[in-house]
Structure formats: C-alpha cells, structure tokens
C-alpha cells in the first residue's frame, strides 16, 4: 500500500541569516547612523556625532548589545578611526565597496542606509574588502607619503628648470640630470653667487661625457634678479622635500626592522649585518671616487 499520509513539511520565510549579532554602519563626515536588530523582525538606529568621543561610545554600545560583526562602507577616510576602533575592541569590523551595497536589490523604501547594510551584512550578502592588519597597515602609511612627497618634490624640479631656461642656463643639454652630483654642485655656486661659466664647469664630474667648451657654452646666462629668486625658491622647496623623503625612508626601515623581528622573534643579527656590510662598501665607493 501506498503511504497517503501526508507529511508537513515548514519552510522558513525570508533569508537566512548567517550572523545574528551584526550591525550595519552609515559612515559620514559629521555624523555616523548604527542600526542594530531589535530581536523583534526590526532595527534600532542610532545617531553619533564623528568625533572620538563618539566613536568611542559606538564601540561601547556596541559591546553592550553584543555586537561581534560590523559592516560599513568605504566612504573616503571617514570608515578608518572607527573601524581601528572597532578591530582593538574585539569586534569584527566588514569594510564593504557602496557598489556591492547598491547593487543588491529588494530595499525597502523606509529603510535607511545603516539597515540595509545591517540586513545585508548580517545575511552575508556583502563581500569583505581586504584590508591588512595593523603592522602592514603602518608600513603602506609610511609608503604612500613617501610616494607623495617624491610626487610633490617633482614640481620644484620642474620650477627649477623652467628658471634655468628663463636664464638661457642650457645645462640640461650638457648633462643628463641636473639632480646629480654635477648638476646640484653648478646649482648651489650659482645660488652662492657664482656667475664665471669656466668656474662653473670646473664644478663638472670627469665622468661627463660632454666637452669642456660645451659645458661652459651652456652655462653662460642671462642673471636676472627674479628668475634667481625663482630657482633659489624652487631649489629651497627640493631640499626640504629631500629631508622629508629621507625621514620616511627611516620610518619605513624601523618598521620593516620591527615586522622582521616579530616573526625571527626578535632576532635582526643577519639583517643588521648585511646592513653594516652594505654601508663599508658604499664608505670604500666613496673614498675611492
């Protein structure tokens, strides 16, 4: 016989959901939204001011309600103090891309930004953005200036040239980069007031390739007051930038040092003497040169 009995079979209504104790973060300049599940098929939202007394208290309250997961938008920098914030404090802090938040549909007309991405966060419908931990994260800080400050001393280059060919100084023809050892040598006579192009180019390394005559050739000017002031300006500017350049070159060998020892636990021996290897041969270069 045939089984006719039938069986009652419950679906479940809506997604499911993967992580219960989620809350969704709308990140602004001034203001920052939380919404948070009231257990009851509805969201609490609250309302912070940005300031690190507030972040601080979204922390606190978040841990109050137990909170282990947060997601939050890549909003220019703003998201980068709480979400800190958020990973000492134990919580799992999600920085999602807007477009992934956007993308998704189904979006009640009544719902705010922070509850979507609370919804959607807490039914793993968004995808985490890589973020590296906070050693990594000090290391591509110390980079990323360095890399700005080398992108900002190239205009007082730039400026430097200009005044030099304002001044017909045509000595770029002659050697290939006037932020060589010639080159800044020839620029700080002329900045201390030095005019005689033969006593210029007595300035000139041997290794040159271009002749005496061309080199005196290209630097005989016209000095003008304000085209002199220009390229003192521009050369003040370069040197700063320099000093700049170099202080991060020292941070990011402090922290490369640091990120070494904490996996050689605490050993640096072999790197600091291939580091004292490096500086005897650039000595011996020197006082050979």
Avoid at 4 to 14: A, E, F, H, L, Q
Avoid at 219 to 236: D, N, P, R, T, V
Avoid at 244 to 257: D, S, T, V
């Amino acid at each position: 016989m045939k089984n006719d009995k039938k069986r009652n079979v419950k679906i479940s209504s809506g997604l499911p959901v993967f992580y219960p104790h989620a809350a969704g973060i709308d990140i602004g300049d001034t203001e920052h939204y939380v919404a948070i599940s009231d257990g009851k098929n509805g969201h609490e939202v609250k309302s912070y001011d940005a300031f690190t007394v507030d972040l601080q208290a979204i922390v606190a309250d978040l841990q109050a309600e137990g909170i282990t997961t947060v997601a939050m938008e890549t909003t220019g920098v703003y998201w980068l103090p709480l979400y800190i914030m958020l990973e000492e404090a134990g919580i799992e802090p999600w920085l999602v891309n807007a477009k992934h938040v956007k993308n998704v549909t189904g979006r009640k007309k009544d719902d705010t930004d922070a509850i979507w991405i609370q919804k959607l966060h807490s039914c793993g419908l968004l995808q985490k953005s890589f973020q590296p931990d906070e050693q990594y994260r000090i290391l591509r800080t110390y980079v990323r200036q360095r890399k700005n400050l080398i992108s900002i001393s190239s205009d007082a280059v730039r400026r430097m040239q200009k005044a030099l060919e304002l001044m017909n100084i045509k000595l770029h023809t002659v050697i290939s980069d006037i932020l060589g050892k010639t080159g800044m040598q020839i620029l700080e006579a002329i900045l201390s007031g030095e005019r005689d192009p033969e006593a210029l180019a007595a300035l000139t390394d041997p290794r040159i390739k271009a002749s005496r005559e061309d080199i005196i050739k290209s630097l005989e000017g016209i000095w003008k007051s304000e085209y002199l002031f220009m390229l003192e300006q521009a050369h003040q500017e370069y040197a700063f930038y320099q000093q700049q350049i170099k202080a991060c070159e020292e941070k990011i060998q402090e922290q490369l040092l640091q990120q070494v020892a904490n996996v050689t636990e605490g050993d640096i021996s072999e790197i600091m003497s291939q580091k004292e290897v490096k500086k005897s041969r650039k000595r011996t270069s020197l006082v050979l040169q």
